[in-house]
């Protein structure tokens, strides 16, 4: 079993839409969680952590953390054409970042 | 500020021949990783330095590969001699107090390396 698994996607949805990504972790030590965004040729960047369970909002975009389910996600909410990219879910222990594959997100206009 | 920095962006070498990638990480970040991103695999952690001093390098694939961080601003991966699996897009980035919940990694541009 892979340590961050994520669904596979693509992941297509309208412009206005709301993109729902999911992540799942095998190690019930892990800490705090981070959400990523990779433009196509691009180095990944962040774009939230959580480390409580329960929601956290940033923009348009709220990551929802369920340890007893190890289980986090990222909800994009009024998806524009920019937020098309492969979203990354990485998972942290003591000291480094476990990713999933990626999903790969496009908006269409 | 300056963000993680990355040499050479890109790189075709024949097989056999030897590659050093090259790295400067954030002014005052204490550590330093290595991964390497391909379709098939992923995002992989190769190695990671904590003031300079190399922590976990179970992801280095083999002897072919080496890395060191002379000096907390410089660090390089090299692979000797390379093959055509290892290209890949080689990420360096950096980290302040990497035990702290809240604290993430920086990536650097990157290094897209092609071994025909």
């Known amino acids: 079993q892979k340590e961050v698994e994520q669904n596979s996607g693509p992941l297509s949805v309208p412009e206005g839409a709301i993109a729902s990504l999911n992540c799942t972790y095998s190690d019930r030590g892990s800490q705090s969680f981070f959400w990523y965004r990779q433009y196509s040729g691009k180095s990944p960047e962040l774009i939230m952590f959580i480390y409580s369970n329960g929601d956290k909002e940033d923009g348009r975009f709220t990551a929802q953390l369920n340890k007893a389910s190890q289980y986090v996600s990222l909800l994009i909410r009024d998806s524009q054409p920019s937020d098309s990219a492969t979203y990354l879910c990485a998972v942290k222990g003591d000291y480094k970042l476990s990713f999933g594959a990626g999903t790969t997100v496009t908006v269409r206009a | 500020d300056a963000g993680v920095i990355q040499s050479p962006r890109h790189e075709v070498t024949e097989m056999g021949q030897e590659v050093t990638l090259r790295c400067k990480p954030i002014?005052?970040?204490?550590?330093l990783f290595w991964y390497r991103q391909t379709m098939m695999r992923g995002l992989e952690l190769l190695i990671y330095?904590?003031?300079?001093?190399?922590?976990?390098d179970s992801g280095m694939p083999e002897d072919r590969f080496s890395a060191k961080m002379p000096n907390a601003s410089f660090s390089t991966l090299k692979i000797q001699p390379s093959e055509p699996r290892d290209s890949a897009v080689y990420f360096c980035a950096s980290s302040l107090g990497s035990k702290r919940r809240g604290n993430t990694i920086y990536f650097g541009e990157g290094s897209w390396l092609t071994v025909v």
């Open positions: 002014s005052g970040h204490d550590y």
């Open positions: 330095f904590n003031n300079n001093v190399p922590i976990d």
